[in-house]
């Protein structure tokens, strides 16, 4: 869900390469690690984000924990990558997802399932798909796989991620709240991972997994954040279309009623990044993502073709760590190093 931006005019990149579990280790001074479900998910949430901090030398690492098989293909001359037998559309997107990341400036990418005490490439964890429930959130699929990220087990997965948190030494960790922002279960699941994977990194070698990565010390992320957006601005959006007289796409959303997850109180919005600049970046990394986003000028639309504007500014709320640094009017972080 995005609310503001402006018109992006630049072609995708060409697809590249993904990071592998050889990328070499990394002595920024600064590291920010992104954990996400499936390959779109970074982009959406936070491409402004990762470009801007990628831009200021940050090292940027994202943790995709599944390839996103059971997406829904959008362009109808890539109908035919829906096939579940081969998991083409799985192994498409894998080539998306680089491209993204070369859009946006990041060059250290991982999937969840490369890391770990199984070695280089462990059991794939799969897209587990997901339906829509009679209040308009995301719950299970009735045909989840045996071998779907949703069923995986929680510290097995979280060691993994402790792993890469370890090696790259993040200050600074982004993921979705608790309800994953509309229910999916993969987002939900890559909460729950991500949130135990930050406390297994600070006690080592007890993570599990520390021998592949060769990264045995115990490492503390200062601060972790939720992606989010403030309930103020989008209930505002919806007011803004009922005085202009316009439908409502978002079917079940009032401006007085409730809304997903992501949708949080505005006091609970701890900070808020002015990704203005890259908005043509991010509109670049969408275009990557060409199974499962178009663009039309100002508006990005997935595959239930509501446009929603390309935003520049993306909200964050701190779960773990202190404010710190410049502070806005509304008491809010603009720096997500802030005090780290």
């Given amino acids: 869900m995005a609310l503001c931006g402006n018109v992006p005019t630049a072609d995708a990149p ?8 050889e990328t070499p280790p990394v002595s920024a001074d600064r590291a920010l690690l992104l954990v996400h ?5 970074e982009t959406i949430s936070n491409g402004a984000t990762m470009a801007k901090y990628a831009a200021d030398g940050v090292h940027v690492t994202l943790v995709t924990c599944t390839r ?25 997107r894998v080539g998306e997802l680089a491209a993204a990341m070369t859009a946006l400036g990041v060059v250290d990418h ?3 399932d490369e890391y770990g005490a199984d070695g280089p490439r462990g059991e794939r964890y799969r897209d587990s798909g997901m339906a829509w429930g009679p209040d308009g959130q995301a719950v299970p699929a009735a045909d989840t796989k045996e071998n779907a990220f949703a069923r995986a087990d929680v510290d097995e997965a979280a060691g993994r991620l402790a792993d890469v948190i370890r090696e790259v030494r993040a200050q600074v960790l982004i993921t979705y709240e608790p309800g994953g922002g509309y229910g999916h279960p993969d987002h939900v699941q890559a909460h729950r991972v991500a949130m135990r994977a930050v406390e297994l990194a600070a006690v080592g070698e007890e993570a599990g997994g520390a021998e592949q990565s060769g990264a045995t010390e115990p490492w503390r992320v200062a601060k972790v954040y939720w992606a989010v957006i403030p309930k103020g601005l989008m209930r505002q959006f919806l007011r803004d279309l009922e005085a202009a007289g316009a439908d409502n796409p978002f079917e079940g959303w009032r401006p007085d009623g409730p809304l997903p997850s992501m949708f949080v109180p505005d006091d609970q919005v701890s900070a808020v990044i002015d990704g203005s600049a890259f908005v043509e970046a991010k509109a670049n990394a969408m275009r990557a993502h060409a199974t499962q986003i178009s663009l039309d000028g100002p508006l990005f639309a997935l595959s239930n073709n509501v446009g929603q504007p390309l935003a520049g500014t993306e909200f964050y709320r701190l779960v773990r760590g202190e404010k710190g640094g410049e502070l806005d009017a509304g008491g809010r972080e603009t720096d ?3 005090g780290a």
């Fill in 14 to 21: 060409a697809t590249l390469p993904v990071s592998s579990p």
């Fill in 37 to 41: 479900a499936h390959p779109d998910d």
């Fill in 68 to 92: 996103g098989e059971e997406g829904e293909i959008i362009p109808p001359d890539l109908g035919h990558l829906a096939s579940h037998a081969a998991d083409a559309l799985g192994d498409h």
């Fill in 110 to 112: 991982r999937f969840l």
């Fill in 336 to 338: 997500l190093f802030g």
